[in-house]
């Protein structure tokens, strides 16, 4: 080759190299696939609202600690984060990791196939759950068919908060935080409940023993026995083929609720407690409620009441595995994250016992999945609330605990939406158990019948 030649052929290959190298901000760049080393950014989706936000300020400790990887937190009002993350999906703008903090559950983005299988990431990380202070069975909740597609990150249980006052002026003895203890039953609780209540015509002066908010109208029946769901729900992927809410048993657990207010009159209508706390209120924060029984979540508000309060078991009722109400929270990375590898590191991160112990104190509360952090959380409502009480609810509630409906059963909000407003002559008194029962097990297994044969297709 003569040497002119040879300098135009180098000048040319010069020029291509600038080329490619100009163009290497693209998607197709080693910056954007994460490769030898290079920074890629991931995204976390969560709602706007400061229990779940605080995830920002762990970044810049992750981020420190992997210097190769970028987190980005997106986030979006409460009432649009279903909404958001649907169209995220399908605008292929997609986050890397998030969780059913909407009203979808876990096994709607399964169904959607919106979830990547997390099983090869984990099984080459030998990850296991003791070393991130979680049973197994835990872990095992979003597991389906032998494949995790989520680890969860929160751990809420289902408690009573009661109103020391209320129970030293009855000089009655506080229920006992001990899980163990047989003695506090059900039909315990009613008796104290009956003596701690005045019911009245007058709201300023009426008075009542329980406000029973154990799950939504269809899952607070399993405390009771029954079956409400057919077994192969359990099997399939959350799907149900036929619900029996018009069985005996069914009908019984829904009279025995509904006669807490009307034959018992030991627990609050709705219109009172909107009357007394406003639409989303809480009744008991009035101090006109000897006790109460919701998700770990009502103890944000307990260092500003104007009484004293304790926590306490859920009594021994009729089905002892099905004696609190979990609400586990997992972290998922979602099936068209680019980053996989990285999102699972972000994960694992939030997993750790610092961690978690920092995400505690951010989030105002929010209780730990790693149990190693657990005393943090024990400790974070005192002198109001004895840690030693704490400790023996929360760990009482996991022994006995079953995973909330809505995580776990397809197309929950439209069978929710079914059972409450069928229930709404029976929660106002108007009609009993046994007559509205039939049109509420017609209605839910016409939904199901429709919605699995879309399933086959």
């Known amino acids: 080759m003569k040497k002119g030649k040879a300098v135009q052929v180098r000048i040319m290959v010069l020029m291509l190299a600038a080329v490619l190298m100009a163009s290497g901000c693209t998607s197709n760049s080693k910056e954007a696939t994460g490769k030898s080393g290079e920074t890629v950014t ?30 980005k937190i997106a986030k979006a009002p409460f009432q649009e984060f279903d909404s958001k993350l649907q169209s995220m999906v399908a605008g292929g703008t997609a986050p890397d990791v998030t969780s059913h903090w909407g009203s979808a559950g876990f096994i709607e983005f399964l169904d959607k196939g919106m979830l990547r299988d997390m099983t090869d990431l984990m099984k080459a990380d030998n990850f296991k759950a003791s070393d991130y202070g979680m049973p197994d069975n835990m872990l095992d909740i979003y597991k389906i068919n032998g494949k995790n597609y989520g680890i969860p990150v929160y751990s809420y249980v289902s408690l009573m908060l009661y109103n020391k006052d209320m129970f030293d002026k009855a000089n009655i003895p506080y229920p006992p935080s001990n899980y163990e203890d047989k003695s506090w039953t059900f039909d315990k609780m009613i008796d104290i409940a009956k003596k701690l209540s005045k019911p009245s015509e007058d709201i300023q002066k009426a008075e009542y023993g329980i406000s029973w908010n154990w799950e939504a109208q269809d899952m607070r029946l399993i405390y009771f026995g029954p079956k409400i769901y057919s077994d192969d729900t359990w099997t399939n992927g959350g799907h149900p083929t036929e619900s029996y809410f018009n069985s005996p048993e069914v009908i019984k657990a829904n009279q025995r609720i509904n006669d807490m207010i009307y034959k018992d009159k030991v627990m609050p209508t709705k219109e009172y407690a909107t009357a ?49 109400v979990l609400y586990i929270d997992p972290l998922v990375i979602l099936k ?58 929360v760990n009482g509630g996991l022994k ?58």
């Open 276 to 324: 007394v706390a406003g639409n989303g209120g809480q009744v008991f924060a009035t101090g006109k409620v000897a006790m109460t029984v919701e998700g770990a979540w009502i103890l944000a508000g307990v260092k500003d009441y104007s009484f004293k309060v304790g926590v306490a078991a859920v009594p021994w009722g009729y089905n002892d595995k099905a004696r609190d």
């Open 42 to 71: 991931i995204t976390q989706f969560v709602p706007d609202v400061p229990d779940k936000t605080y995830v920002e300020k762990l970044v810049p400790e992750f981020e420190a600690s992997h210097p190769n990887i970028k987190v």
């Open 336 to 393: 068209d994250s680019k980053h996989p590898k990285e999102a699972y590191e972000w994960i694992k991160f939030q997993l750790g016992k610092s961690v978690q112990e920092k995400a505690i104190e951010l989030s105002g509360g929010t209780p730990p999945s790693n149990q190693q952090a657990a005393d943090k959380y024990f400790n974070l409502y005192a002198p109001a609330i004895d840690p030693t009480d704490m400790k023996s609810v």
């Open 400 to 457: 006995y605990g079953i995973e909330a409906y809505n995580h776990l059963i397809a197309d929950y909000s439209e069978i929710l939406n079914i059972v409450q407003n069928e229930s709404d002559p029976l929660e106002n008194g108007k009609k009993t158990a046994e007559e509205v029962s039939p049109e509420i097990q017609k209605k839910v297994n016409a939904l199901l019948q429709e919605k699995n044969a879309k399933y086959k297709k």
